[in-house]
């Protein structure tokens, strides 16, 4: 397991930020598109193993680390042990809830010298994003909220296509718009994993073709009607590299 030199950590707010969002994005990967894969893993027979986050956006299972004191603070430990012994849907509920604070706990140790403003500027942006806990919470219980609306209420979708169109749709559940969730339920933020909702503005980068929420890549409406083409964060940092 790398967890990366201590001399080599983020220790700007920017960079400390940045290694948060990769590892928490691991982590819901692996609570949400890679569940199945995760749970096998979390064999109860097997002894003690933790769920780590990396900050290039994958995840792994594996036992602590050996060194004590370890490099980095320790996710929780053992997290096989309650797999079959509790209904799956709880399982990951709190393994997504331990997560969250493990992830705080690395941020503000690599944030060990930040000053109380710096301290206080890197846990601004880092609320900003939904915790792990409720993007696995919302994904499990998206269809259950929406079978919960009033069927006259109105919903209202703006997105901006790949092609740089907005697009905005007003449907009631009437006219359809159980079709048009059930079309978009798939699809998931590339910024915090967040499932689709129809309630919230969504834009595509034109490079990638990935969706984001507007929240998270700081991007209003009314801001995308001036964009002619968009590139995600991501795709302007690697043009920026080259």
């Given at each position: 397991?790398?967890?990366?030199?201590?001399?080599?950590?983020?220790?700007?707010?920017?960079?400390?930020?940045?290694?948060?969002?990769?590892?928490?994005?691991?982590?819901?990967?692996?609570?949400?598109?890679?569940?199945?894969?995760?749970?096998?893993?979390?064999?109860?027979?097997?002894e003690?193993?933790?769920?780590?986050?990396?900050?290039?956006d994958?995840?792994?299972?594996?036992?602590?680390?050996?060194?004590?004191?370890?490099?980095?603070?320790?996710?929780?430990?053992?997290i096989?042990?309650?797999?079959?012994?509790?209904?799956?849907?709880?399982?990951?509920?709190?393994?997504?809830?331990?997560?969250?604070?493990?992830?705080?706990?690395?941020?503000?140790?690599?944030?060990?010298?930040?000053?109380?403003?710096?301290?206080?500027?890197?846990?601004?942006?880092?609320?900003?994003?939904?915790?792990?806990?409720?993007?696995?919470?919302?994904?499990?219980?998206?269809?259950?909220?929406?079978?919960?609306?009033?069927?006259?209420?109105?919903?209202?979708?703006?997105?901006?296509?790949?092609?740089?169109?907005?697009?905005?749709?007003?449907?009631?559940?009437?006219?359809?718009?159980?079709?048009?969730?059930?079309?978009?339920?798939?699809?998931?933020?590339?910024a915090?994993?967040?499932?689709?909702s129809?309630?919230?503005?969504?834009?595509?980068?034109?490079?990638?073709?990935?969706?984001?929420?507007?929240?998270?890549?700081?991007?209003?409406?009314?801001?995308?009607?001036?964009?002619?083409q968009?590139?995600c964060?991501?795709?302007?940092?690697?043009?920026?590299?080259?």
């Amino acid at each position: 397991m790398e967890v990366g030199s201590i001399s080599s950590a983020p220790r700007s707010v920017e960079e400390i930020y940045k290694d948060y969002s990769g590892r928490r994005a691991g982590i819901i990967r692996a609570l949400t598109n890679d569940v199945d894969e995760f749970y096998a893993q979390c064999d109860p027979e097997k002894e003690n193993l933790c769920l780590y986050g990396h900050p290039n956006d994958s995840w792994e299972v594996n036992l602590p680390a050996e060194e004590v004191p370890p490099e980095l603070p320790e996710p929780a430990l053992g997290i096989n042990f309650a797999r079959d012994g509790m209904e799956r849907r709880d399982w990951l509920s709190l393994i997504a809830v331990h997560s969250d604070s493990w992830l705080l706990s690395v941020a503000f140790y690599l944030g060990a010298r930040l000053n109380r403003n710096e301290r206080k500027r890197l846990f601004s942006m880092i609320n900003e994003l939904p915790s792990v806990f409720e993007v696995v919470s919302d994904r499990r219980q998206s269809r259950e909220k929406s079978s919960m609306d009033s069927g006259s209420k109105s919903k209202t979708s703006t997105k901006r296509t790949s092609d740089g169109q907005i697009k905005s749709n007003s449907k009631t559940a009437d006219e359809g718009y159980g079709e048009d969730d059930d079309e978009h339920s798939e699809t998931l933020c590339g910024a915090c994993g967040g499932s689709y909702s129809a309630d919230e503005f969504w834009i595509a980068c034109d490079v990638c073709e990935r969706w984001f929420h507007g929240k998270c890549v700081k991007i209003t409406p009314a801001k995308a009607e001036s964009i002619k083409q968009y590139k995600c964060p991501s795709c302007s940092s690697k043009k920026g590299r080259q």
